[in-house]
């Protein structure tokens, strides 16, 4: 069966600190993959999804970016974190890309 | 542009009782329709999809919600509700790569 692995769960960093979250599927190949953030009382926010390696779409240009090194990984920087990347980020892959999603289990990320 | 409203923000039952969450649409096609619940500090969980076909789809946890494209509605039911079910649920609407969602209905259930 498929499985998707996020972490860390929990990240505490100071503002102008580089981030780094990682997110792997396992169980399929050549899967969507997608990264939400989910702000406090607030719904998702689609950042940036992947239907292949290397292929990177922007939903929100910001101060973060995303990159698909291998067929199952996706990871999600940022060079300074600011306040206002505190959040829920979510992982998320599909099969087809307008079918259902399959989220990881989140990071709290608190910028301080 | 596809969107979806979840027009409450919150909502309280109590333990037993009937609930409907609602969910509308705005899409230029036959949509592809989600709901899906997220208990604190987690993830996602898929409750129940609906793609064609029977406009009454049954979920898990005791879930089921209809399609009623007259309205741009995918409302949310379940006829009892267990303390459990106290969670945020989203509502989301396939575009043609990626699924937007609702800004989420927040569930709390009084004993």
């Known amino acids: 069966s498929q499985t998707i692995h996020q972490w860390p769960a929990t990240l505490v960093q100071p503002v102008g600190s580089p981030l780094s979250l990682e997110c792997t599927v396992e169980?399929?190949?050549?899967?969507?993959l997608y990264w939400y953030r989910q702000a406090a009382g607030r719904g998702l926010q689609l950042l940036f999804y992947?239907?292949?390696?290397?292929?990177i779409s922007s939903e929100v240009p910001q101060n973060l970016s995303a990159s698909r090194p291998q067929d199952r990984q996706f990871i999600l920087s940022s060079k300074k974190l600011l306040l206002s990347d505190s959040g829920f980020y979510l992982c998320?892959?599909?099969?087809?890309?307008?079918?259902?999603?399959?989220f990881g289990q989140g990071t709290r990320l608190t910028v301080v | 542009a596809q969107s979806v409203t979840q027009p409450d923000i919150h909502i309280t039952v109590s333990e037993g009782a009937s609930l409907e969450l609602r969910c509308n649409y705005s899409?230029?096609?036959?949509?592809?329709l989600f709901w899906y619940v997220q208990s604190p500090g987690q993830g996602l969980q898929l409750l129940l999809k609906?793609?064609?076909?029977?406009?009454l789809v049954q979920g898990i946890k005791g879930f089921e919600a209809e399609f009623k494209r007259s309205q741009s509605s995918f409302n949310l039911r379940k006829p009892s509700v267990h303390w459990s079910d106290a969670a945020e649920y989203f509502c989301?609407?396939?575009?043609?790569?990626?699924?937007?969602f609702g800004t989420g209905t927040r569930l709390q259930v009084f004993p």
């Open positions: 998320a892959w599909s099969v087809i890309v307008n079918t259902e999603a399959f």
């Open positions: 169980g399929t190949s050549n899967p969507n």
């Open positions: 992947s239907v292949g390696i290397g292929q």
């Open positions: 899409y230029g096609a036959t949509p592809y």
């Open positions: 609906y793609f064609s076909g029977d406009t």
């Open positions: 989301a609407v396939a575009d043609t790569d990626k699924l937007i």
